[in-house]
């Protein structure tokens, strides 16, 4: 993992902090993971700001839960008068999943009209796998070569980034992602198409055949790339002519991230934020099969769906069935309106659009300086930078990268990093981050660079 | 599935309820199955009772959920309290996971010593396979024949019971369950040991070895079966022979249910509800080597997790990891907590143990009258009873059983069947149910018995 806390190190922690670390390592298992050289131990948070025992206040320029930031007075409501009046699954009638399930499809395409909720974004992907497999009949998915998409068997088995001891699973096969910084961006999203072509025709040729594209309608782990907007349509075009289906992941991009409502907007040229798109038909149009949704979804509430169109499901639910106990249950959709209708009485999305293009000023301002500073990517508040041996200008640094992360961290600055080389800053803030929020992270940044380059 | 509303019939519900069917069929996926031939609506819940929106008041005499009662204060008040506080994953340090995990860790076997978070009993049991076959280095599970252990791709292919379309897993085997009612209750226990043995031997024959014996601490799917009491002691001494392990499932009979804090103890005689165990060596011990929660772990808040010993899971999570955004978040735990304090305040496994044996009596006195029931089955306030042809005692019969399930729920009372044949009817209120709502149940089955019989 970039950027995780060694344990064998003796990290300048208060007593408090020291205590509990010990504390922490008697009780959960060994899977589990801290962030920076000095963990950050928080108490509270607001906006897109954490604070520690001691008051200090962490700017939060990392977590992509959150979206509507830390601690949202309106999910607190909505979720207190749930709890207080009622709390059971799927198999009541129930008018909250109903009419939230209208309010979220109608930000969709006409087309994808169906949800079915779950409870994480493994959860919601698994589903989405087992989903095209059953629809297809075809057993192939593909997906990028540093791709994370969960962490339940099937999804861990989609997610190269987990590293060697993870095996992929069984018919997965991956491809090279796009490369803002390294491929002509000319030729990027025919080469990425070309790619997923060579890929589904090896898996018809093994008679696997393809069953799904799977991919972050951002890239993600990959490095952040979400460049060349249009590449995902590009190669969803390809899937369909293999018979497979597209599955957007939207998880990490949906919701407003990205400057648009979902992600895979950006490739699609399909409708914006709040309004229901156009009738399309089904198969042959490049918008996904198959959308997953997750993270920001509940502000931090677990609730995750998967959204396609009725036919789609249809043999599937009929003959598979699937039922997720809390998936759907109403406490989880009072969080997921509450999010919703901040998403779009604040309008988020373009929020995300004007602050992430004032922060990728400000990054591209500061690579005039620092020539670690290799290239900005941007999409909304989804922002990579990667950091390079200003030596050789393109080639990744990965130790760089981890100093710019704990020396921000040292001035109470939220990020981590990202990328198949660990090089690459990962600027992912709540998206309610403002104005005195970026011009602290962009000072901030500086300091640590300047004093990096000292 | 059993109970299961036919949407292609026209129950008689009010004009809004049939509204709300509609919409329902038009966003909810083809997966999503409604309870009773005609569906409950309901809009709040307190203790074991839920109400629709005419105000009528129904007795929850299935959900095991809520295990401390439906819209519990305390759960409100520490969630919100904590909501407009912070919420967010377990890469910062945080208090309250690590105080929780110490309480919780103190209700198990010394042993048993650490924790892993997730969302979800199916993620909880997709992890714990992953864990005892990375420990074991072994591949084959063996669960009982019309076992439920989850919906993710993994969990669902330990789970038969979800029918002939839904595949089993590779390397996934079963075992006829033992059958309280058919079986010689002398040699049940040793009967079931030799099909685990059998089982063993042909994985290991066939080069797979035995990874887990995956069972409910009381077998729920299987028809509710909780006897003989040990028999899983004497199951996992088969596995431990083969170098398997013993998961216990503990999703349904966790906190509280069964009478003792975990179900696993009816079985080994370890020690009760909330105080540490005995120190006990690794693999020798009859007790389980993966303890699964969910369910009722946050009254409803998406919560679960894998309880293990340190050593088994350390491979694991410093070489493959584990990470679940959602998993140990601050507020699930906050639910948590509210939970386990309760369930120790008020001894709640006490409460099931002596609630759930008067319910057994007051059945068992029905089934003098009623030669439909054929057996009753008891731990805690887990009850199952076989409904039989009457003129065929030993003769499973469904349809009667679903008479029974929909004739209560006309008087307002909510059960439903399981087993094989789905002629058990499932009776597992919150662990709260009092006196007033034991005599409101079987004087309501009394009179849906009679009028069956008119």
Redesign the interface.
């Given at each position: 993992?970039a950027n995780g806390f060694d344990p064998d190190s003796s990290p300048d922690l208060s007593p408090e902090?020291t205590d509990?670390?010990r504390?922490?390592s008697?009780?959960?298992?060994?899977?589990?993971?801290?962030?920076y050289s000095e963990?950050?131990?928080?108490?509270?948070?607001q906006g897109s700001h954490?604070f520690d025992a001691a008051g200090n206040d962490y700017l939060d320029v990392y977590?992509n839960?959150?979206g509507i930031g830390?601690?949202h007075?309106r999910?607190?409501e909505y979720?207190?008068a749930q709890?207080?009046?009622?709390?059971?699954?799927?198999?009541?009638?129930?008018?909250a999943?109903?009419s939230y399930?209208?309010d979220l499809?109608a930000t969709f395409p006409t087309a994808l009209?169906?949800?079915?909720y779950?409870?994480?974004?493994?959860?919601a992907i698994?589903?989405a796998?087992?989903l095209a497999r059953f629809a297809t009949g075809h057993r192939g998915v593909i997906v990028t070569a540093n791709a994370y998409h969960g962490?339940?068997?099937?999804s861990?088995g989609l997610s190269p980034s987990?590293?060697e001891?993870?095996p992929l699973g069984p018919d997965v096969v991956t491809v090279e992602a796009p490369d803002g910084f390294r491929d002509d961006p000319a030729t990027a999203s025919a080469e990425f198409a070309a790619r997923i072509r060579t890929a589904a025709e090896d898996l018809e040729e093994r008679g696997i055949g393809l069953a799904a594209v799977l991919v972050d309608s951002v890239l993600s782990s990959d490095g952040v790339q979400p460049e060349p907007a249009g590449f995902l349509a590009e190669a969803a075009t390809v899937a369909h002519e293999f018979g497979g289906l597209w599955i957007a992941d939207e998880v990490q991009p949906g919701f407003g991230r990205t400057g648009t409502m979902w992600g895979f907007e950006r490739h699609t040229g399909t409708r914006g934020d709040t309004q229901p798109g156009p009738e399309l038909p089904g198969l042959e149009a490049p918008i996904p099969d198959i959308a997953v949704l997750?993270?920001p979804m509940g502000?931090?509430?677990?609730?995750s769906a998967?959204v396609?169109r009725?036919e789609l499901?249809?043999e599937?639910?009929?003959?598979?069935?699937?039922?997720?106990?809390?998936?759907?249950?109403p406490?989880?959709i009072a969080a997921a309106r509450a999010v919703l209708e901040v998403v779009r009485e604040e309008d988020l999305p373009g929020h995300a659009s004007t602050t992430g293009a004032a922060l990728a000023q400000g990054l591209s301002d500061l690579a005039q300086d620092f020539f670690l500073l290799g290239q900005v990517r941007q999409a909304g508040l989804f922002l990579g930078v990667e950091v390079v041996d200003p030596e050789a200008p393109r080639a990744a640094d990965p130790a760089r990268a981890s100093a710019v992360v704990n020396g921000l961290r040292d001035r109470r600055v939220l990020i981590s990093a990202s990328g198949p080389h660990a090089n690459v800053l990962k600027i992912r803030p709540p998206l309610v981050f403002g104005a005195a929020d970026t011009d602290r992270f962009l000072t901030s940044l500086a300091d640590t660079l300047a004093s990096l380059r000292a």
């Open positions: 993992m902090a509990l670390l504390r922490r008697q009780v959960l298992s060994s899977s589990y993971r801290l962030f963990p950050v131990d928080v108490v509270c948070g954490l977590n839960v959150p830390h601690s007075p999910v607190t979720v207190s709890l207080a009046t009622l709390n059971t699954h799927t198999r009541y009638l129930t008018e999943v109903v399930s209208e499809l009209d169906r949800i079915t779950a409870c994480s974004g493994s959860e698994d589903l796998v087992r962490t339940t068997e099937l861990a987990l590293g001891n993870n997750g993270k502000n931090g509430m677990p609730i998967v396609t009725a499901g249809e599937f639910g009929r003959r598979v069935r699937y039922f997720n106990t809390f998936g759907g249950n406490v989880s």
